[in-house]
């Protein structure tokens, strides 16, 4: 992995009802924003965030790629996400990539007393990837490993025609007691840097704190 990976950045966000959740990220990674005054607030950040992204690419792919990423703020909102970073970095001569976002979620009310058991069963059902339940220092969590399908605009392609793309993601949900869930998943359509991203991923996973709208640190039962 490349050096300039190396060194952390802690983030955190409101989990409801007094609880922050606080992660650490490695270096490296760019921020999509999601704080603007306004939609050219908005659209000068991310024409930065693609110029950063992509320092390479003539202006136009630049444009595409800043549009590209406009076109999925409905789908985070949708999802709660509330932190996205992009990465690249060199494994073994090849250019990788990959996506880590953060966001939170409302648990199902059948949860129960046993959410993270509930979240497992719910992922096994939807037959996503191979499902398995974990005890992170935060608490117990449920992670889920597999790949999903999505085509690519002919403007991001050397070919210039749309082309479907692979990509591998792995997903954690780690339930709260307020009947929330916070959700990590990290994405990489280079199968070069899976072992690479997934175990820079692992990392962040691990890093995961609760505090306590005093500071105090919470440990999730189960």
Not at 117 to 142: K, N, W
Not at 179 to 189: F, I, K, S
Request: charged fraction near 20%; charge should be negative.
């Amino acid at each position: 992995m490349a050096t300039d990976m190396v060194e952390e950045d802690q983030h955190s966000l409101a989990g409801g009802e007094g609880i922050e959740v606080r992660w650490v990220m490695p270096e490296g990674f760019l921020e999509l924003p999601f704080e603007a005054d306004d939609l050219d607030d908005l659209a000068d950040q991310l024409m930065e965030f693609a110029a950063a992204s992509l320092p390479g690419a003539d202006e136009e792919v630049q444009i595409q790629w800043a549009v590209m990423c406009v076109l999925n703020y409905d789908d985070f909102i949708d999802a709660g996400v509330q932190y996205a970073g992009f990465v690249t970095t060199e494994v073994e001569g090849v250019r990788c990539t990959a996506t880590v976002n953060v966001s939170m979620t409302d648990l199902d009310e059948r949860a129960g007393r046993n959410p993270a058991g509930f979240i497992a069963t719910t992922m096994r059902h939807l037959d996503i990837g191979e499902v398995t339940e974990v005890m992170l220092p935060c608490g117990p969590a449920v992670t889920c490993v597999g790949s999903r399908t999505a085509m690519v605009d002919a403007a991001l392609t050397q070919t210039g025609q749309s082309e479907p793309i692979t990509t591998s993601f792995i997903q954690v949900q780690i339930p709260v007691n307020n009947g929330t869930a916070v959700v990590l998943e990290m994405g990489t359509p280079t199968a070069e840097g899976w072992d690479t991203f997934s175990a820079m991923f692992a990392g962040i996973v691990k890093s995961v704190r609760f505090f306590d709208d005093h500071g105090g640190p919470l440990v999730m039962p189960g």
